[in-house]
């Protein structure tokens, strides 16, 4: 009960605009291994998180274009981007091969129980989260427009100047 208020609290923060950070949930890696959100960290860097689905179109679409720029990201701000695919536990075994065949150099993740997605209330994908050194989320948006990308940037060097 005490953990429910808490998300509770922090969607509360969340969907305001105040900083809120990243809860703590368990999440799976492509090999079916467990891991806990706490243990995800850039260094003190910026962190994107991109919630994102094989059947979502706009999803792909984004996550390939950030593909195409991200080793310049990297160099120029330090960034990791992170996705986190919300297919469920039947069709988890198809994002591997997916994001191999779209060469997608990024860490990649499942939420197959939707953890995580409802601890960030993620209603629709594509939903983008940029988060800051100390794991905060400082922006967000959702759907994905061509170019999406480069105010995503913007954003990331704003928080490499501060």
Known sequence: MKNHIMIVFLLSACSIGAFCQL???????????????????NDG???VISFWATWCKPCVN?????SEVYPDWQDETGVKVIAIS??????????????NG?????????DPNGDLRRAMNVVNV???FLLNGQGQVVYQHTSYNEGDEEELFSKILQLTKE
């Open 23 to 41: 809860p703590s949930v368990n999440i799976k890696t492509l090999k079916g291994k467990t891991i806990n959100t706490s243990t995800l960290n």
């Open 126 to 128: 594509p939903h983008t």
């Open 45 to 47: 860097k910026p962190m």
């Open 86 to 99: 919300i297919d469920d536990s039947r069709s988890m075994t198809r994002i591997a091969p997916f994001i």
């Open 62 to 66: 984004e996550l390939t274009n950030i």
């Open 102 to 110: 779209k060469g997608w150099e990024f860490e990649v993740y499942a």
